[in-house]
């Protein structure tokens, strides 16, 4: 039961959802003027505390401003958000970029702060010379250039791009002590901008023997990649823009492959070429690097789907909850395979979970942001979130995704991909002193 | 009323097909682009051998170019060492972590090898091997990994009929996605 400090604006206590103080989600939904009367009666500043010393105008309200810029970048009081590199002195092997996931909120990645794998630097593409070929098991082979494609009718949609190798540090025996961003920092989420890769179909023709298509970059590995038909005429596109201006040099100016729900590298940067084909080409990312060893000795081919999954992102590890008193739970939940359909969220470890409410638009194969109202109480908690997506699949515990995967004899540095697909739930530990760290729940 | 109804019935039906034919029209600004063209795009390889060149190269030929141009990174004669992967090892996959994979345990196709050399290697200077280059570059690396005879040349003909080791061991998926 809530104690007497935690009452609505009508003197009601807040409603538990669930055990360690998690509270009911309708505290933010339906009722969000009695949740912020419990918050301010409860932990919020108290205004007969402040003094009696004057208002003084700060020096910024006293004087004019910094012109604009033509384009602008945040304030510089928040450099700190930022990705992460994995190679930042730029030695002769791929670069990963990480989203600080901890240090935003909504549902869209800023553009500059997306995630993005390189596997020889980014190549610097001039639109006006670079084409677009589809050939192979087509009727009309064709080329494209930029402008070109610019005339053809578009469509925006919003969705995640996920790597294979996401969350691969939890494969890990052990809870490796690194944040959101080091643990879930290769996916990201944004609105797209393009053409359906079925529209250039429909002028290129078909030919009935085409099973797959090959897709190749422009960047200097010419990094290829085979996709099912299927995949072409159902919801793949060319992607031209990223929210709305054209697609950033690391995530594949000046165009892209996108296949919303599918493993990042398949959705092939810098794209140069569509090749029509009757059978996989079995390129490197897919025969050895994107295949996964599994516990008995084979390996998953043509995994493809990133599979349904959440993380908390705020409180999360390398936080410090300042003192016990009401605090918002917010994470993210997506699913290649549709829309998030329910996430819960547990303060126990898992002994009980209460439904987290989630910010609409709940969009298919997008990331989905949760929120959930907890009292702390000064005591140990362990929060973990799980997500279920419209096809009914259920992220798995961890239990349950070792029991089918497997999981590593020893921790392996965390930026390497000792596995791939790992999609379990994630449990952040709360101290008694209000340190935050990741735990395996 | 019954012909008022039918009319609208059929203007509705009418304008539902002109939506239909207005949504099917493209611009049609693709440039159609000819077989001699494409080939000069076209460096795709499928397992069975579709469009591996003309060419040909022995171990013994690799050797020399594999010491000049690929032991830097990749180690002398394969082993590791350096930046990049090993090529030539022995070691058999204990475990899930992706770090035991090799091209003897795991690789399904030979074509993935040359496949990759050709479109990807050197990693500073990609494209500057010829097509006798890099079948001499994967004849030498199949050898050192005794998957070929140390005196076997491969070509458009003998390379897809290498037997790798790992071909058989792979599990699809999500069968229905394909």
Known sequence: ?441 | MFTARCAIFSAALLSAMMTDASLAETPNLGKPIDEAAIAAWDISILPDGTGLPKGSGTPAQGAVIYAEKCALCHGDNGKGGGPAAALVSDNVIAGISASQKTIKNFWPYSTTIFDFVRRAMPFQTPRSLTDDEVYALTAYILAENKLIGANEMMNAQTLPQVKMPNRENFIIRFPDRI
């Open chain 1, 1 to 441: 039961m809530a104690n007497a400090r935690h009452r609505n604006a009508r003197g009601q206590p807040l409603e538990a959802a669930a055990g360690n103080g998690l509270i009911d989600r309708r505290a933010l939904l339906g009722r969000g003027m009695a949740f912020a009367g419990a918050m301010s009666a409860g932990i919020g500043p108290s205004s007969a505390a402040a003094g009696a010393e004057p208002l003084a105008d700060d020096p910024w309200s006293m004087e004019v401003g910094d012109p604009m810029p033509l384009y602008q970048v945040p304030s510089k009081f928040e450099t700190k958000v930022a990705r992460t590199l994995s190679n930042p002195n730029h030695e002769p092997r791929n670069s990963h970029a990480r989203t600080p996931h901890h240090l935003l909120e909504g549902t869209t990645t800023p553009n500059g702060l997306h995630f993005a794998i390189n596997h020889a630097g980014v190549p610097t593409i001039d639109p006006e010379k670079h084409r677009l070929v589809i050939h192979g098991l087509v009727k009309r082979p064709l080329e494209f250039t930029l402008e070109t494609l610019s005339r053809y009718p578009m469509i925006s949609r919003v969705s995640f791009v996920e790597c294979g190798g996401n969350s691969a540090p939890m494969f890990s025996p052990e809870p490796m002590q690194e944040t959101v961003q080091a643990l879930h920092g290769l996916a990201s989420c944004a609105e797209w901008t393009g053409i359906k890769l079925s529209t250039l179909l429909e002028e290129t023709g078909i030919d009935p023997g085409a099973k797959w298509f090959i897709a190749e970059g422009a960047d200097s590995p010419r990094l290829s990649r085979s996709v099912p038909i299927k995949k072409a005429l159902d919801d793949a596109m060319i992607a031209l823009y990223q929210n709305g201006e054209r697609i950033m040099p690391g995530n594949g100016y000046p165009m892209r492959l996108l296949l919303p729900g599918y493993e990042g590298n398949m959705n092939v940067k810098f794209l140069r070429r569509i090749k029509l084909v009757d059978q996989p080409a079995m390129s490197m990312y897919e025969a050895r690097t994107y295949s996964q060893i599994l516990p008995n000795g084979k390996a998953y081919r043509f995994y493809f789907l990133q599979e349904v999954k959440s993380f908390i992102t705020s409180p999360s590890h390398g936080m410090m909850l300042k003192g016990p008193g009401l605090y918002e739970i917010s994470g993210i939940a997506y699913s290649g395979t549709g829309r998030v359909e329910k996430v819960m969220v547990s303060a126990d470890g898992g002994q009980s979970w209460a439904p987290a409410a989630l910010q609409e638009p709940v969009l298919s194969k997008a990331f989905t942001r949760f929120r959930m109202p907890w009292r702390w109480d000064g005591g140990p908690a362990t929060l973990q979130s799980r997500a279920w997506d419209e096809a009914g699949n259920v992220q798995p515990t961890r239990a349950e995704f070792v029991a089918a995967r497997g999981e590593l004899t020893k921790p392996a540095p965390v930026l390497s991909f000792p596995n791939q697909h790992y999609n379990s739930i994630t449990s952040w530990g709360v101290g008694s002193n209000g340190e935050v760290k990741h735990v395996y729940g």
